[in-house]
Structures are given as structure tokens and as C-alpha cells.
């Protein structure tokens, strides 16, 4: 029988009756955690001040790639010092309809001297395979990864 998990989030509107409060403007609320300030993009009139859907849906991305890597470089024996990513989601719009249409990761991996760096490098795809949220989107996810020893 598979494993089913389920993840609730909230979203806060009212409308403002003051004209200078953006009525973009949401909270996210999570179980028993800080909510999250959130807006549209400032391409669509949003509060660039906030967090918005499209930085949300990348940072999943970014998230989920980081968190299956450093589970499987530590199950690998790979010690692994620092790990920093710069995602980017790209959105098209076409026949009326927009969407983004890649992500593209950029990792950068320092790993311990006396790691192995062949390993470290080869468990990038690995965790991109493993990644469940790069399983569920439908649009194209590259990743680039550097790797030093540091």
C-alpha cells in the first residue's frame, strides 16, 4: 500500500478598504508555524515587498533538490560542509496562458577534503530522481551543480 502524507495550508484575504494597501496582498498560514506575508509578482502589480506564488513554487524546487541531496551524500559517507543554490523559475505566456517553463538550479557543494568528489558530483542526479517535488511539476527542471573541496 503506498504511503499518503497530507500538507494544509492556509491563505488570508480581506479586502482593505484603504486604496494604498495592495489588494494582492495574503498571509499563508501553517500548522502551528509563522505564516508567511505573500503578494502576486510585481510584473502583476504585486507587493515586491512579499513573497509571491512563482518564488514559492521555485524555493520548492531548490528545497526539496537540497534536502534528498544531503540525505543521500550522508547515507553515502559524502560529508558534506555547505550547500548553496540560486534557483531560477522561467514563466512564458502563450495561447493565453502562462506558465513557468523551467527551473533551473545552480548548486554549489563543498564537501569535506577526503570526500569523494566523483560521488558527490554523481549524487546531484540522484537526488534530482528522488526529488518529489521535481516528480510532480510538468515543466522542465535542469540542474548545474558545482562541486568543490573545501
Not at 494544509?8 to 494597501?21: L, P, S, Y
Request: aromatic fraction near 6%.
Amino acid at each position: 500500500m503506498a504511503a499518503i502524507h497530507h500538507y494544509d495550508v492556509r491563505a488570508h484575504w480581506h479586502k482593505a478598504g484603504d486604496a494604498t494597501v495592495n489588494p494582492m496582498n495574503h498571509r499563508l498560514e501553517f500548522d502551528s508555524r509563522p505564516s508567511i506575508e505573500a503578494s502576486g509578482a510585481p510584473q502583476f502589480k504585486g507587493d515586491a515587498g512579499k513573497v509571491n506564488p512563482e518564488e514559492l513554487f521555485v524555493a520548492a524546487l531548490v528545497s526539496c533538490q537540497m534536502l534528498s541531496y544531503l540525505a543521500l551524500a550522508a547515507r553515502a559517507g559524502v560529508d558534506v560542509l555547505a550547500y548553496e543554490d540560486t534557483g531560477q523559475g522561467t514563466m512564458t505566456i502563450a495561447d493565453k496562458r502562462m506558465r513557468i517553463t523551467a527551473v533551473r538550479l545552480r548548486p554549489r557543494i563543498t564537501i569535506a577534503p577526503g570526500s569523494d568528489e566523483a560521488k558527490a558530483r554523481s549524487l546531484v542526479e540522484t537526488a534530482h530522481e528522488a526529488c518529489f517535488v521535481a516528480n510532480s511539476v510538468s515543466c522542465a527542471v535542469e540542474v548545474e551543480p558545482e562541486v568543490v573541496v573545501g
